[in-house]
């Protein structure tokens, strides 16, 4: 399968790297990491340990193809101008697959691609960015796809085949937008924390008082996505939380990994999108916007 992937920084590169063992995979990545990666191969360190030769360039209007499979890792911030930089070489058989944080990115690729040519995921795993050319995969997690009807399809079965047979333990959702809400709430507790006090995911359930905040904010967060026809229960989600926290607690959140890099973060796609379905719902949303506010202060 022809697949390409746009945004691949530290997660978008521990896909392209597996996906190109059995692959034609094309990572469209900053400068400084594909310089190094034409120079010197990718390196996976960590949980994965893997050497590639793969091809990696600067921009999208170098890809003279249309693949089979647009796979989308770029921050939510830039969703809408990265699918219109690669409207180019998305064909009418090219899927595209949105892996990233965020509530908003399906909407903002809307308006580009028709509805019909898009599915979604969520991956758990921890990885980030030791230095152009090598990321550190830190923790494996789960991936999940789903078509966005809700329908197992024989694309989506292909896609999830292709992620097993490179490595990526992968599982096919019939409600992907469910999964994508309980990452939100996931990520609303995690990420903002670990950026604030500059630590490892894992330090939040070392300090008693963290662990108490963060129980706090994951049922804040599940209560407003039950106002938004979301019903999952904050059981489910603390114990995913706690979960995700345990199996990623060696790695730096994706938020804390954008602040030391150039200080921009998701935090208006997940926290912020709560904050205003919160409010349009007559939801308290005090301790999310807390954080928005604090990581803006930044």
């Known amino acids: 399968m022809k697949i390409v992937v746009l945004g691949a920084g530290a997660m978008g590169s521990l896909f392209g790297g597996l ?114 050319g090598v990321i550190k995969h830190t923790g494996i997690g789960e991936t999940i796809l789903g078509e966005l009807n809700g329908k197992k399809t024989e694309r989506i079965k292909q896609i999830s085949d292709i992620f097993r047979s490179s490595g990526i333990e992968t599982k096919i959702s019939t409600d992907i937008f469910r999964e994508i809400w309980i990452k939100a709430v996931v990520n609303s507790s995690i990420n903002p924390l670990t950026t604030f006090f500059q630590c490892k995911n894992g330090y939040l359930l070392k300090n008693p008082i963290l662990e108490r905040i963060v129980e706090k904010i994951c049922e804040e967060s599940t209560r407003i996505a039950n106002s938004a026809g979301i019903y999952i229960s904050y059981d489910d989600t603390i114990k995913k939380t706690k979960e995700v926290v345990r199996i990623t607690s060696e790695n730096y959140s994706s938020m804390l990994q954008s602040i030391k890099k150039d200080g921009r973060t998701e ?32």
């Open 19 to 132: 996906l190109s063992k059995k692959n034609d995979v094309t990572l469209v990545s900053r400068k400084t990491h594909v310089q190094t990666i034409k120079k010197n191969g990718l390196k996976i360190t960590g949980k994965t340990k893997l050497k590639v030769n793969i091809v990696a360039l600067d921009s999208i209007s170098k890809i003279g193809f249309s693949p089979d499979l647009l796979i989308l890792t770029v921050k939510s911030y830039d969703t809408e101008a990265a699918i219109k930089e690669a409207k180019s070489i998305i064909g009418n058989k090219t899927v595209v697959l949105s892996l990233q944080n965020g509530l908003d990115n399906i909407e903002k690729i809307y308006k580009t691609v028709d509805e019909r040519n898009v599915v979604a995921g969520i991956t758990t795993h921890g990885v980030f960015f030791s230095k152009p």
């Open 267 to 298: 935090i208006e796609s997940i926290n912020g999108k709560l904050v205003g379905l919160g409010k349009k719902n007559n939801v308290e949303t005090l301790l999310n916007e807390a954080l928005i506010y604090s990581i803006k202060s930044f």
